[in-house]
């Protein structure tokens, strides 16, 4: 069983749409979670950054953390083309500094149609 | 100010010879991890280099090594290519709780 488990697979969503992604991780040692978005052929890029069971929102975007199930989601709402792109959940043990590595889901890869 | 660069940007290299990638971290960051990503999947940590030693290490041989300088830049080097080393290889430099990824090194081993 992989520590960091992602879902759904390939999502393909009309302009407009609210789009759920989610993670599910085995390891109590984790304890930052964190959301990337990753384009075709560029590093992953920061989007949300979390420690707490619970939601925080930014903008178009919501993620929630439940610890005692072990669940981390991402909610895009008033999905943009522009959104298309890899999404991949992240975590860390520890104070979640930067000296602390990142155990990454394996992404999902979300197409939004105009 | 520019963020982490790493070079190349693609490379192609045959089985079983040796490769080196680069990476320049963001100012100001001092501590360099290196990631690989195959296709499809997300990045697996590979190691940590801070004050130019390796800190931590994720599960790879040994065939992967890595340097730091003394400027904060670092080099990742893999010997005796295999097929399944073909990935795009992130560098993330970091300080504190700021964490920047490079745009990576695509690497394929034909």
């Known amino acids: 069983q992989k520590e960091v488990e992602q879902d759904p697979g390939p999502l393909s969503v009309p302009e407009g749409a609210i789009v759920s992604l989610n993670c599910t991780y085995s390891?109590?040692?984790?304890?930052?979670f964190m959301w990337y978005r990753q384009y075709s052929r560029k590093g992953p890029e920061l989007l949300m950054y979390?420690?707490?069971?619970g939601n925080k929102e930014d903008g178009r975007f919501t993620a929630q953390v439940d610890k005692s199930s072990k669940y981390i989601s991402l909610f895009i709402r008033d999905s943009q083309p522009s959104d298309s792109a890899t999404y991949l959940c992240a975590m860390s043990a520890g104070s979640g500094g930067s000296n602390y590595k990142l155990t990454f889901g394996k992404g999902t890869l979300l197409t939004v149609n105009p | 100010d520019a963020g982490v660069t790493q070079s190349p940007t693609h490379l192609i290299k045959t089985r079983g010879q040796q490769v080196t990638l680069r990476c320049s971290p963001k100012?100001?960051?001092?501590?360099v991890s290196w990631y690989q990503q195959a296709l499809g999947q997300g990045p697996q940590f590979i190691f940590q280099y801070y004050e130019e030693e390796e800190r931590q290490r994720g599960n790879f041989p040994d065939r992967f090594s890595g340097h730091q300088f003394p400027n904060y830049s670092s080099e990742l080097n893999v010997n005796a290519l295999l097929l399944g080393d073909s990935a795009l290889y992130l560098c993330?430099?970091?300080?504190?709780?700021?964490?920047?990824f490079g745009p990576g090194t695509r690497l394929t081993v034909t």
């Open positions: 390891n109590s040692a984790f304890q930052y």
């Open positions: 993330a430099s970091s300080y504190g709780q700021g964490r920047s």
């Open positions: 100012s100001g960051h001092d501590t």
């Open positions: 979390t420690y707490s069971s």
